[in-house]
Structures are given as structure tokens and as C-alpha cells.
């Protein structure tokens, strides 16, 4: 592993150890070089995904975007970092799961859609905002319409 302080390629692993749901290790390294200290995380990738974007265009299936897409909708809203890393591990295996190599950006979009309908509504009407291009006040009346319990308008 690449030192990102020097650029050194002789890093060591000094502690390992899985994370709450261990479906990723955790590893701390320190760079003999520069005695830079940096944290790597390890995690299986059933498949390798491409995305397919609505333009036509492909693309390889970058989980860091999805992440900071998410965390976007997110911002300044009281919802824990492990709760956040949970969803996006969770949508990325049922993305590995459905056989399929490559991915329409908007099966992705749906997916975080329902993630995070389930997780805060804040963050779930400004990702839908985005995603779904709002232009006027009745497309935001929609989706907070989808939010109400009882399928009413909220108050």
C-alpha cells in the first residue's frame, strides 16, 4: 500500500481488526519511510460493476461517489457515520447481488431512494430533488406526499 504522505510502496500493518458488521477490515499502517500513520479498509467485491448512465455513457461503479451523493443528502442532518456506511454497504451487495455487470444509474438512484426514505426524510426529499430534477413547489408537494403516513398531504 502506497504511503499517501511520501509516496512510499513499504508501508506496514501495525492492527487489523473487523468493523461492527464485519463485512470490512479495518487495517492501521505506518510508513517506515516517513512514520506516517493511515487507516485502509478492506472489503469483498463480489464483481466488478459498471454504471450505465442515462447519456449511454459507461462507467465503472465508484462506491466513494455513492457515498458522498449520500452523505450530501445528509449533511447537518443527526444520523450516525456507521448507520450511513451501513446503507451504502447494504445497496452496494444488492447491487453485486442481481447478477448483473452492468447497472442503470437509475436502479442505483431507486435503491438510494429507498434507503434513505427509511433513514431520514430530510435527506430523502433533497436527494429526490436532485435525482429526480425538481423544477417547481408541486414536485416537492409529490414526494412529501409519498412520506406521509396515511398517504395524505402533511400539514
Known sequence: MRCPYCGSLDTQVKDSRPTEDSAVIRRRRVCPEC????????RVQLRELTVLKRSGRRVPFDREKLLRSVEIALR?????????????????????????????SSVIGELVMEELKQLDDVAY??????????????????????????GRKPA
Open 35 to 42: 512514520n506516517g500513520r493511515f487507516t485502509t479498509f478492506e
Open 125 to 150: 426529499v433533497r436527494f429526490a430533488s436532485v435525482y429526480r430534477n425538481f423544477r417547481e413547489p408541486k414536485d416537492f408537494e409529490k414526494v412529501l406526499g409519498e412520506l406521509a403516513p396515511d
Open 76 to 104: 447537518k442532518r443527526p444520523v450516525d457515520p456507521e448507520r450511513i456506511e451501513r446503507m451504502i454497504s447494504a445497496i452496494v451487495r444488492k447491487l453485486e447481488s442481481m447478477g448483473e455487470s452492468e447497472i442503470a
